[in-house]
């Protein structure tokens, strides 16, 4: 199992702009994906954006997003820094909430997966908070 340290979140207001970061362990996994993920008050996790590092990928990896932030928010890594990063550009209120990165590693070439509980080791989360 790895280890995650998310950092860079803040109070910002709408229309603003974040950069989350995930440090991590070095992986000795074949395939992974590195994800992140946001749960609001109340509400459920919910997968934003993932990562698919390791074979089938080139370095920079394959990027995936929910709907919700596509063309706001963009996932990259540094492999250099073993650090993933999420941009979160033209923020809302509702993308407030405790934003976690998260590690799964994949047995296939298959897309990030969006459920919490294929996760293995998670970050202990940075707060968003986007004000009107």
């Known amino acids: 199992q790895g280890q995650l340290m998310e950092s860079g979140g803040g109070s910002v207001q709408a229309g603003g702009s974040l950069r989350l970061s995930c440090a991590t362990s070095e992986f000795s996994y074949r395939r992974y994906c590195v994800s992140w993920f946001r749960q609001a008050p109340g509400e459920e996790r919910d997968w934003v954006a993932g990562?698919?590092?390791?074979?089938?990928?080139?370095?920079?990896?394959?990027?995936y997003y929910s709907d919700s932030v596509k063309g706001r928010f963009t996932i990259s890594r540094d492999n250099g820094k073993n650090t993933v990063y999420l941009q979160l550009n033209a923020l809302k209120p509702d993308d407030t909430a405790m934003y976690y990165c998260?590690?799964?590693?994949?047995?296939?070439?298959?897309?990030?997966?969006?459920?919490?509980?294929?996760?293995?080791?998670w970050g202990q989360g940075t707060q968003v908070t986007v004000s009107s």
């Open positions: 998260a590690v799964d590693e994949l047995w296939y070439p298959i897309p990030c997966r969006q459920a919490p509980a294929e996760y293995d080791s």
């Open positions: 990562i698919r590092s390791g074979v089938d990928t080139d370095g920079h990896g394959d990027t």
